[in-house]
């Protein structure tokens, strides 16, 4: 399955709502006494993927783990489709449509892949349902209906990523969080990946993607952010932060100008509106 032709890659599918997904508002959070994010606030809009980079430090993960209820904020308002999150536990957070995809592989190394990716709806009552998500997700990744019966141990890293995807939507999601999925792989393999997560957005998931690989990240995004210092230093469409000259000379290793396209293995960003 593909993005349709009305679709700019990483946009919101035709018909989709123009209501964001995600509303952060002055959000404190951290660990310990230190605090991470101060003061952030940004919305995520609904049917697209948003991308958010910055360096090592920013709060970029801490941002991801307080959204699916991991961390609790210290201060601030977070609302997924317009019902607050405070307070809930993260088994709450699943159940309301959002899944958080960790940056460290989290399979079981001992089962099998389809083992695997059943758990992903070990809150489904209903064997039948749980049935059909499977087959809905083996469909859209025939890769992983292959690998079923393997030990996910014996997958590459980036094989595993793909499993982590499928294993994600079986609980079929509104809402998906990715912490650095390129993370340890290579550039044909993250290829792959990035063409995973275009996949889960063309069936109408919004993601929130959290990537080091700025560059790659932006370009598969419609919308983008930058995080420095657990600050929100700039929105925009992915292009436009990927152009902007002052966040191209500190992230980017300079920016990128309208005439140049796409590099391999990446997705092109759809302009909007900068903040």
């Not at 899944?99 to 190394?109: E, G, K, P, T, W």
């Not at 089962?111 to 059909?132: F, K, P």
């Amino acid at each position: 399955m593909h993005p349709t032709r009305d679709q700019a890659p990483g946009g919101p599918p035709a018909g989709a709502s123009h209501d964001p997904a995600l509303v952060i508002e002055g959000l404190v959070c951290g660990y310990g006494g230190g605090d991470v994010l101060h003061d952030v606030s940004l919305s995520v809009p609904a049917g697209a993927i948003t991308c958010v980079v910055g360096p090592n430090g920013a709060g970029k993960s801490t941002l991801l783990a307080t959204i699916s209820g991991l961390l609790r904020p210290k201060r601030g308002t977070i609302k997924l489709h317009g019902e607050s999150l405070a307070g809930k536990s993260p088994r709450q957070i699943l159940d309301m449509g959002l899944v958080h995809v960790q940056q460290n592989h989290s399979l079981f190394r001992d089962m099998t892949v389809r083992e695997n990716v059943e758990l992903g709806g070990y809150i489904l009552r209903d064997h039948a349902l749980l049935l059909r998500r499977r087959g809905y997700v083996e469909e859209m990744f025939p890769q992983v209906a292959q690998w079923a019966g393997q030990k996910a141990g014996s997958l590459s890293g980036g094989q595993q990523r793909l499993v982590e995807f499928a294993r994600c939507l079986m609980l079929d999601p509104s809402l998906v969080l990715l912490d650095e999925p390129s993370m340890g792989l290579s550039p044909k393999v993250l290829r792959t990946v990035f063409d995973a997560a275009r996949l889960m957005n063309a069936q109408g998931k919004t993601i929130l993607l959290v990537e080091q690989n700025a560059r790659a990240g932006l370009r598969l995004s419609a919308h983008g952010i930058v995080l420095e210092n657990g600050r929100v230093r700039l929105t925009g469409s992915g292009r436009e932060i990927l152009e902007h000259p002052e966040i191209g000379a500190l992230y980017l290793g300079g920016a990128v100008t309208r005439a140049s396209g796409p590099a391999p293995g990446d997705g092109g960003g759809a302009p909007g509106a900068a903040h």
